[in-house]
């Protein structure tokens, strides 16, 4: 197994032909976790997600005592909200998903495209009168979050602290974020609490409402398990639908010939919004899986309790599966791209993000019909963090003549 170098964030193309050429199975350093085995051809990613007899997304079937003993340290309140069904395997993860499925398919989905819509639209007129134009602040970040706010029916006026306590989780992985992020669940939690009580005794139509009285026969969804359900939908629904709409429309304007295909064609937003989950889907890799039991996979041994990770941005790069990967091309088709995972825990939120992001390129270039990048493309900041790939900024201006 060769130990590759972390792709660049500037320009990760390289990288990640390097990934899958040293593939199926490669070792790579990651913050926190270290050095780790990561699968990283597309046959090999699809084999590890599916194979839930051999894989487990259980910290507890780990061996890596550090973060199972990290993890014991914390407080219950923020505990609590890492014992999400991502982490569950089996019946466990079936019997959470279950409860909160419906509420995310394509046709529950369709129904809230308007009101995205209006969001959207609302957020870019915000943008268009903002002095920095940067399209992450005002549009890309409040997006997904205004959106899972009205999902879950939480009020409008409160929408400014959930900003502000989701802010602490955008701020990199370092371990002195631990207190800002203590501080923030504490009051999410708080916050949190308080709506179940009133939809328990005043039930809406919203996802709240509707988690508080889930039930499956005898079975009910505890406190402690609508918490963690609602912290998984702000984490998972939050940054990575966020960098998938600043990356995406970074990608479009560099791409002039491709934007402008879209723009005389709406009929290729489907396909392209699927060429730019795999061109550009922020999330790089999946959480780890946990062998349980020793094994052969892909031709490696391995330990019962070894953590192994799937490297989606490089599996969407394989050209095994996509021709000519590098090439942006938003009418690709067939396009089995690995961006929301796959197996039992495919993502939830996969048809939102998509509706979110169709909205953007929707409306984006009709407000601004000559979009530019408003600082040279090398001044663009990108996180440091392994795993998601991130803009600090996008700024955007209105017009070519004032831009770069
Ligand atoms: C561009 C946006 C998004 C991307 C690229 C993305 C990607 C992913 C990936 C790769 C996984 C699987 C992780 C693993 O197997 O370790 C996942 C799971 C999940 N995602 Fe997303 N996601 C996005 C948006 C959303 C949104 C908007 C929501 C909900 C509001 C959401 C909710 C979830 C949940 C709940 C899971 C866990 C599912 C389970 O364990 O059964 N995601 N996502």
Redesign the pocket.
Known sequence: MHTVAVPDKHDPAPGLARLVAAGPVVRMRVPVIGEIPFVTTHAGCERL?KDDTLFS?DIANGRNRRIAWFLRLMPRNVRVMTEN??QKDGHE?RRL?KMVDGA?RRGAVEAWELRIEAIAAGLLDDWATSEDGDFVRHVARPL?LAV?CEILGLAHEDRPDFVRWMAAFSQGGSIWRLPGIYWSLTRINRYLMARFEERRADPGDDLISVLVHAADGEDRLTDDDVLAMLG??FI??HE??TH?MSNSVLTLLKNPAELSRLLADPALEGTAVDEL?RYV???EM??PRYLLRDAEFLGVPFRRGQAVMAH?AAANRDPAVFDDPDRLDLGRRPNRHL???GG??F???AW??KAELAAILRLLWRHAPDLALGVPEGELQWNAQAGIRALHTLPLTRSRHAGI
């Open positions: 997600l997304t069904m991502l993860h998903r995310f997904p899972i998984l939908l998972a629904g990575t639908t998938l989950l889907g922020a999330v999946t959480k989606l961006a929301f995972g039992p825990h993502c939830l939120g939102l993000a």
